[in-house]
């Protein structure tokens, strides 16, 4: 290949040795561009993948003086070995682990009870979220926010009832050969960091930077007196803070360069792309590939349907599935299935320990919840997924999902759809728009409010997961919203009849 300028200027960057932070927009060439660099010296590096199947692909692309892998991969052969007896340990249900931490009674906390098994989710969920980041201790601001507990003043008492159980966890982890808590990736990996480690290499090349835990970038920029640091991602997909994810591309200190040039779609399409963008405030802005005549127009037999929730995402495969097509939903239905099990334990009368309705003892609360509480608003899909079909419903659609390779078309979260594409894609409903402000136009109509960063961010990963074709579908809203028309005043023209 014949590289661009912006990818000829990042080779100059990393030849005169800079600490190297690359934006790269979606379908810019980024893992070609890390390959480039490294096929361009002699010098030792390693490339930290996302996961292990970008590591695979990236041995076929980096040569040999490039080692390809995990964060996770590292950790294991430096300090995870020592723990593969308790790795192999059979799952066991947290309220069992919870009872051999000691955990045995109930909490009251304000008007709520949280039972034995709650408390014993919440712990663990407290070592692994303390195992993402770059802290040296488990403190109370480890430990979840749980729906039902969202004041301050309560989460505080839960956090101090379970900080101690927590840290009890993470020293029975610290055993190599036995223990009650399960062992996992994560503890190894927050073991090894914890040593502060020295990673033998001239270069580090860090995939996806956006969405890397703090525990990854502490391991990372520790490296930085004696390797040269350099990072690539797109600061506008960064859409994993939710679950402690990190964008440590904006403050890095070292040369800032970008790779602009989509090769994964056309001018129509790039010009949505930046309309997203500028919403949540991004760095860069994309340019389309002529030769590659992306649409955007009605799609009535997309090869994806891409969703902004699960609910939104089962919505679309029972109705899929009604029409008589072969449905695939990526990541699997598992996810589902434990939601609608939840659901349907609150509706005969059971609690359940789904860590998403744990504190809700009837359907009914969970219901008004989510009506009324805007801390429930989220849960609001699900709430009319399972009204509107039933659990039983639910439950069958999941069993009769297709593998991918079988399907007729893919429905996915935008979350899971990060880092793929297809060729004719269909936003979902459940993308909808801001709730109006208080504030109102000349006419006396509501003005829209201001759209979150974070779904600007969410929408421009939807969007620019389409090669050919996409049906705006459950985005058309923008259109409409003063956030989305640019000051040129510009107006699409009208889509032409897609042709397959």
């Given amino acids: 290949m014949n590289p661009t300028d912006e990818q000829a200027a990042a080779a100059d960057a990393f030849h005169a040795g800079d600490h190297l932070a ?177 990673i033998d290499a001239d270069f580090l090349l860090l995939d996806e930077a956006q969405d890397t835990n703090p525990v990854v970038e502490q391991i990372f920029l520790n490296q930085r007196d004696h390797a040269q640091l350099v990072m690539v991602g797109d600061s506008a997909q960064a859409i994993y803070h939710w679950r402690g994810a990190k964008d440590i591309m904006t403050g890095f200190d070292g040369t800032h360069l970008a790779l602009s040039q989509s090769f994964r779609f056309g001018p129509d399409l790039a010009q949505e792309a930046n309309r997203w963008l500028h919403i949540a405030g991004a760095p860069i802005r994309l340019t389309g590939t002529p030769a590659v005549p992306t649409e955007l127009g009605p799609v009535s037999c997309p090869d994806a349907v891409l969703c902004r929730t699960n609910a939104g995402a089962m919505a679309q495969v029972m109705a899929l599935m009604t029409d008589g097509h072969r449905v695939a939903l990526a990541g699997g239905g598992e996810g589902l299935r434990a939601l609608a099990l939840a659901a349907r334990d609150l509706k005969e009368g059971r609690r359940t320990a789904h860590p998403e309705l744990l504190l809700f003892t ?47 078309v893919t429905v996915s979260t935008t979350h899971k759809a990060k880092g793929r594409e297809w060729a004719c894609v269909r936003i979902a409903d459940d993308f909808t728009p801001p709730r109006d402000s208080e504030q109102k136009d000349d006419m006396g109509r509501a003005i829209p409010g201001p759209i979150d960063d974070s779904e600007g961010r969410l929408a421009y990963v939807a969007v620019t997961r389409t090669r050919r074709r996409l049906d705006m579908g459950g985005l058309s809203w923008i259109e409409h919203h003063p956030d989305g028309n640019p000051a040129t005043g510009h107006t699409r023209p009208p889509a032409r009849p897609l042709q397959r």
């Avoid at 810019?28 to 890390?34: P, V």
């Avoid at 020293?171 to 190599?176: E, F, N, R, V």
């Avoid at 989220?378 to 069958?396: F, M, S």
């Fill in 362 to 408: 009837t359907w009914g609360e969970v219901q008004d919840y989510a009506a009324h509480d805007p801390a429930g608003r989220d849960l609001q899909p699900l709430v009319d997924l399972v009204d509107e079909h039933g659990t039983d419903a639910i439950l069958t659609a999941v069993a009769g999902l297709a593998p991918e390779q079988h399907a007729e």
């Fill in 22 to 198: 690359l934006q790269a927009g979606a379908g810019t060439g980024k893992t070609t561009t890390l390959a480039l660099l490294a096929r361009t010296t002699t010098r030792r590096g390693r490339y930290l993948a996302y996961n292990r199947a970008i590591a695979q692909d990236a041995r076929t692309r980096f040569p040999n003086t490039v080692q390809c892998k995990t964060a996770h991969a590292l950790a294991y052969a430096a300090a995870g070995h020592r723990y593969t007896r308790r790795l192999n340990a059979p799952r066991r249900p947290a309220w069992q682990t919870g009872q051999d931490l000691g955990i045995t009674k109930h909490l009251c906390i304000g008007d709520r009870e949280v039972t034995q098994k709650a408390l014993s989710n919440a712990t663990l969920r407290t070592v692994a979220r303390f195992c993402h980041t770059a802290d040296e201790a488990i403190t109370p601001h480890h430990v979840p926010h749980l729906r039902g507990l969202e004041d301050p003043d309560l989460h505080a008492q839960l956090a101090a009832h379970i900080v101690p159980f927590a840290r009890k966890a993470w020293a029975d982890l610290q055993h190599p050969d036995d223990g009650a808590v399960r062992f996992d990736h994560d503890h190894y990996l927050k073991i090894w960091a914890l040593t502060r480690p020295r």
